[in-house]
């Protein structure tokens, strides 16, 4: 075979070029090969057998294995005799690298699959990184403060019984309550439902959040797997809600702190309390009272199952259906979905050892879950019983508005559920039967009524009614009208002339209070219409222009015998003659009038015109929670206590309120004065004006009261046991209307006009005999003598002449400058230009006006001035 089809294989030194390269570096000789022998500049023996040359593809690729791949390089200067000239040698070996990826000396598919080494390598490595970063994050983050949103609570008002009247008041429906609230059954039943092992975990569940970010990425739901934990740092400390990969890890940190910071109670606790159960209910006991109307500790473990099962969505498992939100959520499919989760739960309770068998085989039919309640939980009277427990905590604890507004308090008030119902009962009975707007629409539209309840022997407001509904109607009736009370005013004056006295008329005018007479209520006064009223010592009292006053009577009716026409205060008072009281009234002094008025309970606010004659028969405006209050005075001989609708306020720490810390009680009047009183006003009832609220086999005190023009007219009566006041008027309850009038009542139910006699006093008769109903019978005490008979004198003996004084007295003339004007209201009335005390708006200007308080939440009005130009608020009265 030709030399040249023949290729000897290809020497380990390298290819043609190579032994060429190392004949010229060895004058002429072959270098050596690989791996000879001997010294590096010696040569082969001629006799020496000669290696045979390989291709030159083979010497590139025996130099690329040699050097590990790559270009080659050229020989060291020291291996020849200059540059690149030399001898052949091996390659110097290459440098390691940390991460032999791709593989060195591998080739095609084997140079990509990594080692084991470097595969356990970064597996160590990844887990390593993240042990670190979960170090370090561990060790930055903190137990954050709950959420703001999260403890955002109701308050919880209670009737005077304890149970649960509303919650509201807060920023959200919930209240917060201690672990020891909360019953086993309902912890279980959470555990046995989402989270089996929380009382052994550190909190959180790694496969949990695994899954959850695995479904994240898959743009899939990401709830489900969570602990008990992570949902309370969700629910409570996270207001970050957002689905996202920091949020889950800063959830992650924060629940292994947690579970390693805090105890299980806590958790468990703070978990119930903050999670949402629907219906608006967030927490336990929101959600206790929203389905089943009771409170958390009271619920049964077959009621703690049925909230459990509300957790995994209230939308989907409230039996009430949610179609508002989703169409799919009928009443019957949640229903069922409810019903199967209910009974899996119990299930599932008893097989991990927290229900017997034999507690679960109680419990075989669905709970009983209420229907949801209105949108608004403070129709009717409860809204009015609100805004009323409110203002007192305002006004009388160290509670501020803000707190009271972020929640979290159980408020027990005064009112009686049963007392609350049978008042608004009441005055339901009597406008369905009397007031028809529809048939008399000019007499019987914007009818109001109000009224309250006062126990005597504690101050405690028992009862109200504030209107129709108080999501509609939203003036409470009950605490601020603006309503003048009338001839129920006259107590007090009568209270003040037997505990003052009336003046001397031959006392020292600069102090006339020191020579005073005290009161019988058989003293004498003219009953007589249009009396000349005069001052104590016998001038006719004029007022700042000299003007004088004739005091008229109801139905320009006169009392007594002519020609005094002389009755006793307690004839005045059954007949309620005006002419006598203003003259009594100016008599005692009106500075002492207020002030009996005061002392009984009435706030200075809501006295007004009180340096007037007519001041003395009511052209004030207390509210009726003030007049009960008041009455309740002369009920409990003469103990004046402050009335309250708040008994107690507990928050997260315990009681921060009582009542009877700051309770007072003061001897007003002597019992020898209120007893009296007490007496008249049974003349009242049993004989008078108010024979309507008499009921069978119990002594009843009371004062009928009707207002300048019939704007207005009153019945205010108690027993020992109870005292109430009722009101009525007609106002225009558009609120939007400035300066509303009162509007008269000629007509008003189909009457001619509206009396105390009427129904208020119908109202009060029906109430009080069914909130008295099967309480024992008690009498007042019998009252002990008091004062004297002033004017006491005896008639005159008629003659055949009437002297000029007599004529006087008899039938006083106008002065001349007088423009006579008839007493009698009219149904267009109109005032007496001169009278300084009319009112165009019938004794209010602008209606609505607070009528002073603070216990039981009644609020100031502002004080009017003593130039009042208000009628004489009762039955009538001109100047002469």
Same mark, same amino acid.
């Given at each position: 075979?030709?030399?040249?089809?023949?290729?000897?294989?290809?020497?380990?030194?390298?290819?043609?070029?190579?032994?060429?390269?190392?004949?010229?570096?060895?004058?002429?000789?072959?270098?050596?090969?690989?791996?000879?022998?001997?010294?590096?500049?010696?040569?082969?023996?001629?006799?020496?057998?000669?290696?045979?040359?390989?291709?030159?593809?083979?010497?590139?690729?025996?130099?690329?294995?040699?050097?590990?791949?790559?270009?080659?390089?050229?020989?060291?200067?020291?291996?020849?005799?200059?540059?690149?000239?030399?001898?052949?040698?091996?390659?110097?070996?290459?440098?390691?690298?940390?991460?032999?990826?791709?593989?060195?000396?591998?080739?095609?598919? *084997?140079?990509?699959?990594?080692?084991?080494?470097?595969?356990?390598?970064?597996?160590?490595?990844?887990?390593?990184?993240?042990?670190?970063?979960?170090?370090?994050?561990?060790?930055?983050?903190?137990?954050?403060?709950?959420?703001?949103?999260?403890?955002?609570?109701?308050?919880?008002?209670?009737?005077?019984?304890?149970?649960?009247?509303?919650?509201?008041?807060?920023?959200?429906?919930?209240?917060?309550?201690?672990?020891?609230?909360?019953?086993?059954?309902?912890?279980?039943?959470?555990?046995?439902?989402?989270?089996?092992?929380?009382?052994?975990?550190?909190?959180?569940?790694?496969?949990?959040?695994?899954?959850?970010?695995?479904?994240?990425?898959?743009?899939?739901?990401?709830?489900?797997?969570?602990?008990?934990?992570?949902?309370?740092?969700?629910?409570?400390?996270?207001?970050?809600?957002?689905?996202?990969?920091?949020?889950?890890?800063?959830?992650?940190?924060?629940?292994?702190?947690?579970?390693?910071?805090?105890?299980?109670?806590?958790?468990?606790?703070?978990?119930?309390?903050?999670?949402?159960?629907?219906?608006?209910?967030?927490?336990?006991?929101?959600?206790?009272?929203?389905?089943?109307?009771?409170?958390?500790?009271?619920?049964?473990?077959?009621?703690?199952?049925?909230?459990?099962?509300?957790?995994?969505?209230?939308?989907?498992?409230?039996?009430?259906?949610?179609?508002?939100?989703?169409?799919?959520?009928?009443?019957? *499919?949640?229903?069922?979905?409810?019903?199967?989760?209910?009974?899996?739960?119990?299930?599932?309770?008893?097989?991990?050892?927290?229900?017997?068998?034999?507690?679960?085989?109680?419990?075989?039919?669905?709970?009983?879950?209420?229907?949801?309640?209105?949108?608004?939980?403070?129709?009717?009277?409860?809204?009015?019983?609100?805004?009323?427990?409110?203002?007192?905590?305002?006004?009388?604890?160290?509670?501020?508005?803000?707190?009271?507004?972020?929640?979290?308090?159980?408020?027990?008030?005064?009112?009686?559920?049963?007392?609350?119902?049978?008042?608004?009962?009441?005055?339901?009975?009597?406008?369905?039967?009397?007031?028809?707007?529809?048939?008399?629409?000019?007499?019987?539209?914007?009818?109001?009524?109000?009224?309250?309840?006062?126990?005597?022997?504690?101050?405690?407001?028992?009862?109200?009614?504030?209107?129709?509904?108080?999501?509609?109607?939203?003036?409470?009736?009950?605490?601020?009208?603006?309503?003048?009370?009338?001839?129920?005013?006259?107590?007090?004056?009568? *209270?003040?002339?037997?505990?003052?006295?009336?003046?001397?008329?031959?006392?020292?005018?600069?102090? @006339?209070?020191?020579?005073?007479?005290?009161?019988?209520?058989?003293?004498?006064?003219?009953?007589?219409?249009?009396?000349?009223?005069?001052?104590?010592?016998?001038?006719?009292?004029?007022?700042?222009?000299?003007?004088?006053?004739?005091?008229?009577?109801?139905?320009?009716?006169?009392?007594?015998?002519?020609?005094?026409?002389?009755?006793?205060?307690?004839?005045?008072?059954?007949?309620?003659?005006?002419?006598?009281?203003?003259?009594?009234?100016?008599?005692?002094?009106?500075?002492?009038?207020?002030?009996?008025?005061?002392?009984?309970?009435?706030?200075?606010?809501?006295?007004?015109?009180?340096?007037?004659?007519?001041?003395?028969?009511?052209?004030?405006?207390?509210?009726?929670?003030?007049?009960?209050?008041?009455?309740?005075?002369?009920?409990?001989?003469?103990?004046?206590?402050?009335?309250?609708?708040?008994?107690?306020?507990?928050?997260?720490?315990?009681?921060?309120?009582?009542?009877?810390?700051? *309770?007072?009680?003061?001897?007003?009047?002597?019992?020898?004065?209120?007893?009296?009183?007490?007496?008249?006003?049974?003349?009242?009832?049993?004989?008078?004006?108010?024979?309507?609220?008499?009921?069978?086999?119990?002594?009843?005190?009371?004062?009928?009261?009707?207002?300048?023009?019939?704007?207005?007219?009153?019945?205010?009566?108690?027993?020992?046991?109870?005292?109430?006041?009722?009101?009525?008027?007609?106002?225009?309850?558009?609120?939007?209307?400035?300066?509303?009038?009162?509007?008269?009542?000629?007509?008003?139910?189909?009457?001619?006009?509206?009396?105390?006699?009427?129904?208020?006093?119908?109202?009060?008769?029906?109430?009080?005999?069914?909130?008295?109903?099967?309480?024992?019978?008690?009498?007042?005490?019998?009252?002990?003598?008091?004062?004297?008979?002033?004017?006491?004198?005896?008639?005159?003996?008629?003659?055949?002449?009437?002297?000029?004084?007599?004529?006087?007295?008899?039938?006083?003339?106008?002065?001349?400058?007088?423009?006579?004007?008839?007493?009698?209201?009219? @149904?267009?009335?109109?005032?007496?230009?001169?009278?300084?005390?009319?009112?165009?708006?019938?004794?209010?200007?602008?209606?609505?006006?607070?009528?002073?308080?603070?216990?039981?939440?009644?609020?100031?009005?502002?004080?009017?001035?003593?130039?009042?130009?208000?009628?004489?608020?009762?039955?009538?009265?001109?100047?002469?």
């Amino acid at each position: 075979m030709s030399e040249h089809r023949r290729k000897p294989p290809q020497p380990q030194g390298g290819g043609r070029a190579a032994a060429r390269r190392g004949q010229s570096a060895s004058s002429g000789r072959r270098a050596a090969p690989r791996g000879a022998t001997g010294s590096p500049s010696g040569s082969y023996g001629s006799g020496g057998e000669e290696r045979p040359y390989g291709g030159r593809a083979e010497a590139r690729r025996a130099t690329q294995r040699s050097a590990g791949g790559g270009r080659r390089r050229a020989a060291p200067e020291a291996a020849g005799r200059g540059p690149g000239r030399g001898r052949g040698r091996s390659a110097p070996p290459s440098r390691k690298r940390i991460i032999d990826y791709p593989r060195a000396g591998k080739y095609g598919a *084997a140079r990509w699959v990594p080692s084991w080494r470097l595969v356990t390598g970064l597996f160590i490595g990844f887990f390593g990184s993240l042990v670190a970063v979960a170090g370090i994050g561990y060790a930055l983050v903190g137990v954050p403060d709950p959420a703001k949103a999260a403890q955002a609570q109701n308050n919880v008002y209670y009737w005077d019984n304890g149970k649960p009247m509303v919650s509201t008041g807060g920023e959200t429906n919930r209240q917060i309550i201690a672990y020891s609230k909360i019953p086993k059954a309902m912890r279980y039943a959470v555990i046995s439902a989402e989270n089996k092992t929380f009382e052994t975990d550190s909190g959180v569940d790694p496969m949990g959040i695994a899954r959850a970010l695995f479904n994240m990425a898959k743009g899939g739901d990401t709830q489900g797997g969570s602990t008990i934990t992570q949902q309370y740092v969700k629910n409570a400390m996270l207001d970050d809600q957002s689905q996202t990969v920091t949020r889950k890890f800063k959830e992650l940190f924060i629940s292994i702190k947690v579970g390693a910071k805090k105890s299980k109670e806590e958790v468990m606790s703070g978990y119930l309390n903050t999670a949402y159960y629907g219906r608006n209910a967030y927490g336990i006991q929101a959600a206790a009272r929203a389905y089943f109307g009771k409170d958390a500790e009271e619920l049964n473990p077959s009621e703690c199952a049925f909230l459990a099962a509300v957790l995994k969505g209230a939308t989907y498992y409230d039996p009430a259906g949610s179609v508002e939100i989703d169409p799919s959520a009928t009443p019957e *499919a949640n229903r069922k979905r409810a019903d199967e989760r209910w009974r899996w739960i119990l299930g599932e309770m008893v097989k991990d050892g927290h229900l017997s068998q034999a507690d679960r085989a109680k419990y075989t039919s669905f709970p009983k879950v209420q229907s949801p309640r209105s949108n608004n939980d403070l129709k009717g009277q409860v809204g009015y019983l609100v805004d009323l427990a409110k203002a007192y905590i305002i006004k009388n604890t160290n509670i501020s508005e803000s707190e009271l507004r972020r929640g979290g308090y159980e408020i027990h008030t005064t009112f009686n559920k049963t007392m609350v119902k049978q008042l608004s009962d009441s005055v339901a009975k009597v406008r369905k039967e009397n007031i028809k707007p529809k048939e008399r629409p000019k007499t019987d539209t914007h009818v109001e009524f109000g009224g309250a309840s006062v126990d005597p022997a504690t101050g405690a407001i028992r009862a109200i009614y504030g209107g129709a509904d108080a999501t509609q109607h939203f003036t409470n009736n009950a605490d601020q009208t603006g309503a003048q009370v009338g001839s129920t005013f006259k107590p007090f004056v009568l *209270a003040a002339a037997m505990k003052w006295g009336v003046r001397d008329k031959d006392g020292d005018e600069e102090q @006339p209070q020191d020579e005073r007479t005290i009161v019988s209520p058989k003293s004498l006064f003219s009953g007589k219409n249009n009396l000349k009223v005069k001052e104590y010592n016998g001038d006719v009292w004029t007022n700042e222009k000299g003007e004088e006053w004739l005091q008229a009577n109801d139905g320009d009716e006169s009392y007594g015998s002519p020609p005094n026409y002389d009755i006793s205060l307690r004839e005045a008072m059954r007949v309620s003659a005006n002419s006598a009281f203003v003259q009594l009234g100016m008599d005692v002094g009106l500075d002492k009038v207020k002030e009996s008025a005061m002392d009984a309970g009435l706030l200075e606010g809501s006295l007004t015109g009180t340096s007037y004659p007519s001041f003395s028969i009511g052209i004030s405006d207390p509210s009726a929670i003030r007049m009960a209050g008041a009455y309740s005075t002369f009920a409990d001989s003469g103990k004046q206590r402050d009335i309250y609708s708040v008994k107690e306020i507990e928050g997260e720490d315990g009681v921060v309120f009582n009542h009877q810390d700051i *309770a007072k009680t003061k001897q007003a009047f002597t019992a020898k004065v209120a007893d009296n009183v007490t007496n008249v006003l049974k003349t009242v009832v049993d004989e008078g004006t108010g024979t309507n609220a008499r009921l069978p086999g119990r002594e009843v005190a009371g004062k009928t009261g009707t207002t300048d023009g019939n704007k207005s007219a009153w019945f205010v009566g108690y027993t020992p046991q109870l005292s109430t006041a009722i009101g009525m008027y007609r106002m225009d309850d558009n609120e939007k209307i400035k300066n509303r009038e009162f509007l008269q009542m000629y007509g008003t139910g189909g009457q001619k006009s509206i009396h105390g006699a009427s129904f208020p006093s119908e109202i009060w008769h029906d109430y009080m005999e069914q909130a008295l109903k099967g309480k024992k019978v008690i009498d007042f005490p019998d009252p002990e003598p008091i004062g004297v008979v002033v004017n006491d004198q005896p008639d005159p003996t008629p003659t055949p002449s009437v002297t000029e004084s007599d004529e006087e007295t008899t039938e006083p003339s106008p002065s001349p400058s007088e423009t006579e004007v008839s007493p009698s209201p009219t @149904p267009t009335e109109t005032c007496n230009p001169f009278d300084p005390t009319c009112n165009d708006v019938g004794g209010n200007d602008a209606g609505g006006t607070d009528t002073g308080g603070t216990d039981g939440g009644v609020t100031s009005s502002p004080t009017e001035s003593e130039g009042n130009t208000r009628g004489n608020g009762n039955d009538g009265g001109i100047f002469g």
